[in-house]
């Protein structure tokens, strides 16, 4: 069996998950609840009830190649279309380097499955924290002090998970600077969830690869559909990569996509996600809970100054209210809480953990 899978940790996500019991607050969870444009959907059906269900080319088919590159302001020859964006961070890193010699920077707090995925390749993987003192802002000095000359790839998203923050302008422009020749992955899957008054700056770097995809804007993450936008001189790798793994993304998911995108509707939850934000802060400021603003997405920080997993597990069995701790994304000390679902669940649940870190506060005090 292949050692690098075998030894690659277990997802804490899903350790607990696996103990949620029925009637818990769920504030673990990853991925919208919100139903998705069933226009877009019927619109899939009724393309293929004329066009048939067979495969795309390999890339993807050119009209929807096109679109995702208006979309991502690039030529539509730079655009692969992945199952899910998962799948074009796989691709991303599978094609640009090399893993007897490369090695991946990924900023945190992160999303885990970057280094994971670097391991699973054979890639060597360093990690660079940003301040929790400063709440995790972004800063391209940290991340450049980190660089080595084998560091051939950084990865970060903007908006992030888990800490909600968006790449500022300047700093993203900092960061480009100092790259060089080297790639970076950004992840903008939570690009269309963001809450500051313009869109997520994006990175103007030769060597950006842009991820992104429907799953979190548009409540789709069981359609698997994603996209890749990578410069033309890796294209033919992508090309080749993709056939081998998958062939294609789906046709179905492929022209629902197509569908959201001509029609400029990626964006169309962010207004019920910004009254769902003023929803928590309310709650969190009424509270003594030291938390990090969310810019984008929908999960917040909110810190318990003590080892993660112990206290998400006293928090599930203490108040049964499901949380990640921050450890699995490199925010030790910290919890993440997703507030993508109801309103008065997520308030409901912020009273608990309001209550539980009042009486453990007391405890260990
Ligand atoms: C930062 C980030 N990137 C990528 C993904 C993968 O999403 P999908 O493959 O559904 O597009 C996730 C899912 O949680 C995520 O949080």
Redesign the pocket.
């Known amino acids: 069996m292949n050692p690098r899978l075998t030894t690659l940790e277990p997802s804490l996500i899903r350790e607990l998950n696996a103990r949620k019991r029925p009637g818990d607050l769920d504030l673990g969870l ?1 991925e919208p609840v919100l139903p998705p444009d069933p226009a877009a959907l019927d619109a899939g059906l009724r393309w293929m009830a004329e066009n048939g269900c067979r495969y795309s080319p390999n890339l993807g088919f050119p009209e929807v190649r096109a679109a995702v590159g208006t979309y991502l302001e690039r030529p539509a020859d730079e655009v692969c279309l992945t199952n ?3 799948q074009a ?1 796989h691709l991303a890193m599978v094609t640009a380097l090399d893993p007897e010699r490369d090695e991946v920077l990924v900023i945190e707090p992160g ?1 885990p ?1 970057y280094a994971k995925i670097a391991q699973m390749l054979g890639l060597a993987v360093r990690t660079v924290g940003l301040d929790p003192e400063r709440h995790f802002a972004p800063r391209a000095d940290r991340v450049l002090g980190a660089l080595r000359p084998q560091t051939r790839l950084v990865v970060l ?1 903007s908006p992030n ?1 888990p800490s909600a923050r968006i790449w500022p302008a300047a700093e993203l422009e900092k960061l480009c600077a100092g790259l060089d020749d080297r790639w970076l992955v950004f ?1 903008e ?2 690009r269309e969830l963001y809450y500051t008054p313009e869109p997520p700056p994006r990175p103007v770097h030769a060597r950006a690869l842009l991820v992104g ?1 429907l ?1 979190k804007c548009a409540s789709l ?1 069981g359609l698997r559909i ?1 996209w890749l936008g990578a410069p033309a001189e890796l294209m033919p790798l992508v090309l080749r990569a993709h056939q081998l793994i998958t062939t294609a993304a789906s046709t179905y998911a492929q022209r629902v996509a197509l569908e959201i995108l001509t029609h400029g509707h990626a964006g169309d939850q962010r207004r019920i996600y910004r009254q769902r934000l003023g929803n928590l802060l309310e709650a969190l400021r009424a509270s003594a809970l030291e938390f990090v603003e969310p810019e984008g997405a929908f999960y917040c920080l909110v810190r318990v100054g003590r080892p993660s997993l112990p206290a998400a597990l006293e928090l599930l069995e203490a108040k049964r209210v499901v949380t990640v701790p921050g450890v699995a994304f490199g925010a030790e000390g910290w919890l993440r809480l997703s507030w993508a679902g109801p309103p008065q669940e997520v308030r409901e649940g912020v009273a608990r953990l309001t209550e539980w870190s009042t009486t453990a506060d007391r405890r260990s005090g």
């Open positions: 990853g899910g964006s998962q961070l999303y499955a998203a998970n992840d899957v939570y995809g799953s993450t994603g």
